[in-house]
Nanobody, 127 residues
Framework: QVRLVESGGGLVQAGTSLILSCAAS?????????MAWFRQAPGTAREYVAG????????YYADSVRGRFTISRDNAKATISLQMNSLQPEDTAVYYC???????????????????WGQGTQVTVSS
């Protein structure tokens, strides 16, 4: 059973930074898994934030976070992280990591394409 556990959320002021982490377990290797971060603010639909292709060679960001957020993966540790800089109140949401062995690059932004999800970690940015 694959399990994803996020950590690193919290309450911060606008303009500051946070690093979210997601640790995976339940497989000997996640090397060929696409990995991504999504978020969901109250009363809104879940939205794609950032993702990395199965081979790790490509990273794609939502327009709203490009240039501020950086996704990285460590296959040896089966973890992904999200470095979030210059946080703004509109970044407030529950952030979820997602893994998928069958997610092709063109579907990285599609939540339904992922098989495994973490429980989420709250990020709150005050103005």
């Amino acid at each position: 059973q694959v399990r994803l556990v996020e950590s690193g959320g919290g309450l911060v002021q606008a303009g500051t930074s946070l690093i979210l982490s997601c640790a995976a377990s339940g497989r000997t290797s996640f090397r060929n898994y696409a990995m991504a971060w999504f978020r969901q603010a109250p009363g809104t639909a879940r939205e794609y934030v950032a993702g990395t292709s199965r081979d790790g060679g490509h990273k794609y960001y939502a327009d709203s976070v490009r240039g501020r957020f950086t996704i990285s993966r460590d296959n040896a540790k089966a973890t992904i992280s999200l470095q979030m800089n210059s946080l703004q109140p509109e970044d407030t949401a529950v952030y979820y990591c997602a893994f998928g062995p069958g997610v092709i690059t063109s579907r990285l932004r599609v939540g339904a394409a992922y098989d495994y999800w973490g429980q989420g970690t709250q990020v709150t940015v005050s103005s």
